[in-house]
T-cell receptor, first 111, second 118 residues
Framework: GESVGLHLPTLSVQEGDNSIINCAYSNSASDYFIWYKQESGKGPQFIIDIRSNMDKRQGQRVTVLLNKTVKHLSLQIAATQPGDSAVYFCGFSGGYNKLIFGAGTRLAVHP | EAQVTQNPRYLITVTGKKLTVTCSQNMNHEYMSWYRQDPGLGLRQIYYSMNVEVTDKGDVPEGYKVSRKEKRNFPLILESPSPNQTSLYFC?????????????????FGPGTRLTVL
């Protein structure tokens, strides 16, 4: 069935380093992918999205890469800051107006 | 301030006692959705609504009802709550439909409602 997997449940990085959070998906028909950030006690917050006709999209300090050949999605955060510490969710469209999310990866930023 | 609000934020109830979690958005968004979040399972969609009087099931609709009588409000109703509905619930809204050809389908999430059913 459809699924979104995460390679690492927890990622620890040093402040100032670049972070890469990975996500694997199984539905090759999906045409929309998204990343959310969730801080403790808060609702998810949109970071960036990408459609399947693109392989890269950049935002402010973040880049999403999509590799449709191996069904892999990644989120790169440049110069990681303590405020980036959160759980990050990837998701993909699983049908009309449906989003399927992974369980999340916790990013811990150490000074 | 553009936002999605939910009430209550925390609720402890007993099995079988009907409850409603309210959701309201002030962005004039057409699309609204309810999710539940459980450890290890991430966010799972319960119901969604494309517009007033238009609702449809998500992935885990059993035991829930919704209504969309006004554009800004999308309440979640548990007619007879059970312990397996203990969870963290999020309401979300977006301007258009998800993955509908838009390059930015940002969903705005509410702060969450933590529900415990004893």
């Amino acid at each position: 069935g459809e699924s979104v997997g995460l390679h690492l449940p927890t990622l620890s990085v040093q402040e100032g380093d670049n972070s890469i959070i990975n996500c694997a998906y199984s539905n090759s028909a999906s045409d929309y992918f998204i990343w959310y950030k969730q801080e403790s006690g808060k609702g998810p917050q949109f970071i960036i999205d990408i459609r399947s006709n693109m392989d890269k999209r950049q935002g402010q300090r973040v880049t999403v890469l999509l590799n449709k050949t191996v069904k892999h999605l990644s989120l790169q955060i440049a110069a990681t800051q303590p405020g980036d510490s959160a759980v990050y969710f990837c998701g993909f469209s699983g049908g009309y107006n449906k989003l399927i999310f992974g369980a999340g990866t916790r990013l811990a930023v150490h000074p | 301030e553009a936002q999605v609000t939910q009430n209550p934020r925390y609720l402890i109830t007993v099995t079988g006692k009907k409850l409603t979690v309210t959701c309201s958005q002030n962005m004039n968004h057409e699309y609204m959705s309810w999710y539940r979040q459980d450890p290890g399972l991430g966010l799972r969609q319960i119901y969604y609504s494309m517009n007033v009087e238009v609702t449809d099931k998500g992935d885990v609709p059993e035991g829930y009802k919704v209504s969309r009588k006004e554009k800004r409000n999308f309440p979640l109703i548990l007619e007879s709550p059970s312990p397996n509905q203990t969870s963290l619930y999020f309401c979300a809204s977006t301007r258009g439909g998800l993955a509908g050809g838009m390059s930015n389908n940002e969903q705005f999430f509410g702060p969450g409602t933590r529900l415990t059913v004893l």
